[in-house]
């Protein structure tokens, strides 16, 4: 699977928008982007995914570059309870198949 | 639905001992599983695959004496940590993709709860 860059650690202000940038410069044509997060002590929790349109969710909403080099995830109005570390990855739609996990962005929602 | 379960959700024991960690699919099934294991401030890194009837395959530097895992049913997979040691406290994450058409796992993956180890 192809490598995504994201930065270490973000803050945004309860009620405000939360703007989560992922690069996958490498990216192939037929892998999708998908992004989870992982809630302390928690299992990872499926957020949303996309191949090159952008996509919206109850959870929230992901946008594409046109060249697919980048994407953003947006928490449109984050509440405390959106406090975790995001993930996101990159990966064929092909089977039963292991994720890649990076580093992550560890987002901090602030009251 | 969708719905992946652990069993026990944190387990303390004495080093030298043993430790056997569920994962069930509770509404479907899974010819596939994934286990993960998360140290303190890092992220998931997978373990090993679990298939149904077949056995597992550990990812490199896992030793597959150390963590056995058996996957006798399309809704359970154990991991048993054999002589577990101070290093071996973690936290244990498994997944599941559910079996599609034709017995082929689907892309689809749902993550366990996660299970925390703590050897003493």
């Known amino acids: 699977d192809a490598k995504t860059t994201q930065p270490t650690s973000m803050d945004c202000a309860e009620g405000r928008a939360a703007n989560l940038p992922c690069n996958h410069s490498?990216?192939?044509?037929?892998?999708?982007v998908y992004w989870y997060r992982q809630i302390h002590s928690q299992g990872p929790q499926y957020i949303i995914h996309?191949?090159?349109n952008n996509e919206t969710n109850e959870m929230a909403s992901l946008i594409i570059t046109e060249d697919r080099k980048s994407s953003t995830l947006i928490l449109p109005h984050a509440t405390l309870r959106d406090t975790a570390v995001y993930y996101c990855?990159?990966?064929?739609?092909?089977?039963?198949?292991?994720?890649?996990f990076g580093q992550g962005t560890r987002l901090t929602i602030n009251p | 639905g969708a719905v992946v379960s652990q069993h026990p959700s944190w387990v303390i024991c004495k080093s030298g001992t043993s430790v056997k960690i569920e994962c069930r699919s509770l509404?479907?099934?899974?010819?596939?599983m994934f286990w993960y294991r998360q140290f303190p401030k890092q992220s998931l890194m997978l373990m090993a695959t679990?298939?149904?009837?077949?056995?597992?395959?550990?990812e490199q530097g896992v030793e597959k004496d150390k963590f056995l895992i058996n996957h006798a049913s399309l809704t359970l997979s154990t991991l048993t940590v054999t002589s577990a040691h101070p290093e071996d406290s973690s936290f244990y994450i498994c997944?599941?993709?559910?079996?599609?058409?034709?017995?082929?796992?689907?892309?689809?993956?749902?993550f366990g709860p996660g299970t925390r180890l703590t050897v003493t």
């Open positions: 997944s599941a993709s559910p079996t599609g058409g034709l017995g082929v796992s689907s892309y689809e993956q749902y």
């Open positions: 490498t990216i192939s044509g037929n892998e999708y």
């Open positions: 996309g191949l090159k």
């Open positions: 990855i990159v990966r064929v739609l092909q089977g039963a198949q292991k994720l890649v």
């Open positions: 509404d479907f099934q899974a010819t596939t």
């Open positions: 679990s298939n149904e009837g077949s056995k597992a395959t550990y």
